[in-house]
């Protein structure tokens, strides 16, 4: 058996193990609980596919009857992964497949898998075809939420969601969408950039998942994918408190494995008790997420028509516009503030600024009535008046923090505040607009192992120290001094402050309790 091999028997036993674990684990705690029950440890790809729809046949409640009678069945798995990813990308397109465009496909991707070297390609019968088809239920294929068989023009279809969404309040109507956020990118060259070359157009990017419902009163937290597992700037964060979910693969951009670990949250966040309705685009990954893990029967999971995202998507609105303009606002100030201090922000930043922005962006940057209004603006209920947004046009106050940014770095004058906002290319999925079939091989086939770090995120990183409980007890007295003598301060600034203060000692009081009974016992 080979490194990487895993039988069914033992793939059976990590998808029941992934499946009674709460919270659920991520990739890498698979790969470990694999390696001590085994003795051999997996690679991310070999996980990622076994934890797939592809072997839920091993789900029932006899597995090992199940495994013998769906095992001759299972003679090539890898081509029929890969298979089933270019079937998914076809549909998310629009199209549709035959069963000679299947028998071709499967000839194309035999030479390609390493595992099969040296092995003729099959014929690939008749026989073969429907039994792959049965297995992937192709041939009654239909992702949740689609309208009908026979396609529909985008404003039928639009006719039809409208009925949909009329049956629900408006805050029980969601809408979730990706986007890229070059986080360390600058405006155009100047002091900044001069002191390390080539970093003008830094497209470090990481991706975020944001959804939230239509009246602004819930935003989930946002899941920001980037390429490093563990970036150093990020270690000792409590990300969850910042309201966020970290995760990573190598292109920092939502995969299948993630959706699937997206819509199990948003299952969670809903519960059993409430009715909603999810409006999602017809992006591959969530439709191979949503494939493999069905909503439950309170929550409809609906598709917008294939693109028309720019018109009836919410947040492609004006939602994701407003985020991203006020993230950038802090970025500026920050660079301000370096510039202030004879300092280079593009080596005083990291990932731990980063992602507290990118928090305050969400949660604090962006109103309700923002979010409502661009709901509005999609139209996705019926009767519904035309809507006049708010200027997303930058604030006087965000032009004037650039034009300091401008003249404090020296920046040329050829990138103006708004091209700024908008960056090129930052919302470019990777391989969402055409099927890279040497890509998606190897995604199935290679070594493809946790990025633990990644040198783009992290070179140079300057580490920020946690506070200490000291800094943070002198931190919360300034504060309360600051209050105290202000004109505009109330009762309620001053208590919150001091329910922050009495926070720290408490911990601070239990720590060291903790430490002293530590010694006691070692």
């Not at 609906?302 to 516009?321: E, R, V, W």
């Not at 603006?377 to 009767?383: D, L, M, Q, T, V």
Request: aromatic share 10%; glycine share 4%; charged share 25%.
């Amino acid at each position: 058996m080979t490194r990487n091999a895993i039988n069914d028997v033992e793939r059976s036993a990590l998808r029941r193990w992934v499946k009674n674990t709460k919270p659920t684990p991520r990739q890498i705690d698979a790969i470990r609980w694999f390696q001590q029950q085994y003795g051999r440890r997996l690679n991310q790809s070999s996980v990622s596919a076994s934890l797939g729809p592809s072997y839920a046949h091993l789900d029932g409640p006899d597995p090992i009857s199940s495994l013998t009678s769906r095992k001759r069945q299972s003679k090539w798995p890898l081509l029929e992964a890969i298979l089933y990813d270019w079937q998914l990308f076809i549909e998310s397109q629009g199209g549709d497949t035959s069963d000679d465009a299947i028998l071709l496909k499967a000839k194309d991707v035999w030479p390609l898998i390493p595992q099969y070297q040296g092995q003729a390609t099959p014929e690939f019968s008749n026989g073969w075809l429907s039994k792959y088809k049965r297995r992937h239920n192709i041939q009654s294929h239909r992702r949740h939420g689609e309208a009908a068989d026979v396609p529909q023009s985008t404003e039928a279809q639009m006719s039809s969601i409208r009925v949909l969404c009329a049956e629900y309040a408006e805050k029980d109507i969601f809408n979730m969408d990706e986007t890229g956020l070059f986080w360390r990118q600058a405006p155009s060259s100047g002091l900044a950039t001069q002191a390390r070359a080539g970093r003008k157009n830094d497209k470090t990017r990481i991706s975020l998942a944001c959804c939230c419902n239509y009246d602004g009163t819930e935003r989930l937290p946002l899941w920001a994918i980037g390429k490093a597992a563990r970036p150093h700037a990020l270690r000792r964060v409590n990300i969850e408190a910042l309201g966020m979910v970290w995760k990573s693969n190598t292109k920092a951009w939502m995969t299948t494995v993630i959706m699937r670990e997206w819509l199990q949250s948003f299952y969670d966040w809903i519960g059993t008790s409430r009715s909603v309705v999810l409006l999602l685009d017809n992006f591959s990954a969530h439709a191979k997420g949503l494939d493999s893990l069905p909503p439950p029967p309170n929550i409809k999971v609906q598709f917008l028509p294939p693109n028309s995202t720019s018109q009836y998507q919410p947040l492609d609105q004006g939602i994701i516009a407003a985020f991203k303009q006020s993230y950038r606002k802090q970025w500026i100030r920050f660079m301000v503030d370096c510039y202030g201090r004879e300092q280079n922000p593009l080596t005083e930043t990291n990932l731990n600024f980063a992602v507290g922005w990118v928090s305050y962006a969400w949660f604090e940057g962006l109103s309700n009535q923002t979010i409502f209004n661009c709901f509005r603006k999609a139209k996705i209920k019926p009767s519904e008046e035309p809507v006049t947004l708010v200027s997303l046009l930058p604030s006087q106050e965000l032009q004037d923090l650039y034009q300091e940014a401008q003249q404090l770095g020296n920046f040329s004058n050829d990138e103006d505040l708004e091209h700024f906002l908008k960056a090129a290319g930052e919302d470019d999925a990777p391989g969402e607009d055409s099927f890279d079939l040497a890509q998606v091989v190897a995604l199935h086939t290679q070594e493809d192992c946790l990025v633990e770090e990644d040198e783009e995120e992290e070179s140079e990183v300057i580490p920020v120290a946690s506070p200490t409980y000291a800094e943070a007890e002198a931190a919360v007295d300034v504060l309360l001094k600051f209050h105290t003598h202000a004109e505009r301060s109330t009762t309620d600034h001053i208590n919150n402050l001091r329910a922050i203060q009495s926070r720290i000692r408490l911990w601070k009081t239990s720590d060291t309790v903790q430490g002293t009974l530590d010694s006691w016992l070692t």
